[in-house]
């Protein structure tokens, strides 16, 4: 059957945010309009760190049970060596993920960036503690964090996607009325 016109707006910004993932903006004029074009960039962005704190969380499990099962010295330290480096990671996710949170605060659509900017603080929260765990060598605990940040990261971006996608049927409705007392 017919899927309403929001659904296949929603299925369309999907397919262009998938099509253009590692693209930049050399293509912006052909996505819409300029908060269209914002939202889609920060969706790829959000999308990326959540897969990057997935990776993490995942080392992080492996090393966990390593440090664990350890029985001699060789492997206890490789797996510590491994651990600095997830710790040198997380801290890397931090920063990108700053970078991010103050690109939208600097928006020009802050209004309708003000939903995910909620959920970016919240993942903030959860990855800063991720890495707090991580420095006191509390793997476990840095691990749920980390999840927690990793779900709140897909939660800013499945809302930014949702919120696009309405904004953009209602362009639509708007353009097919401003037609209509046209003709």
């Not at 920060?42 to 990057?52: C, H, K, Q, S, V």
């Not at 970016?120 to 420095?135: F, I, P, V, W, Y």
């Not at 840095?142 to 499945?158: H, N």
Request: hydrophobic share 30%; glycine share 6%.
């Amino acid at each position: 059957g017919k899927s309403s016109p929001a659904a296949q707006q929603l299925k369309q910004l999907e397919l262009n945010s998938k099509k253009n993932r590692y693209e930049t903006g050399s293509n912006d004029s052909r996505s819409g309009s300029p908060l269209r074009r914002e939202a889609l960039e920060l969706l790829n962005r959000l999308r990326d760190l959540a897969r990057r704190q997935g990776d993490a969380n995942r080392s992080l499990k492996q090393i966990d049970l390593e440090l664990r099962t350890a029985q001699d010295n060789p492997r206890r330290e490789a797996a510590l060596n491994h651990l600095k480096r997830l710790r040198e990671q997380q801290q890397r996710l931090l920063e990108d993920l700053d970078r991010l949170r103050r690109r939208v605060d600097r928006s020009q659509h802050q209004q309708a960036l003000s939903e995910a900017r909620k959920q970016l603080n919240d993942a903030r929260r959860q990855l800063g503690k991720a890495s707090e765990k991580l420095t006191r060598g509390q793997v476990s605990q840095a691990v749920s964090a980390g999840i927690r940040g990793r779900q709140q990261l897909t939660r800013a971006g499945d809302r930014l996607r949702r919120q696009a996608a309405g904004r953009f049927a209602q362009a639509t409705r708007s353009l097919r009325r401003k037609a209509r007392q046209i003709a």
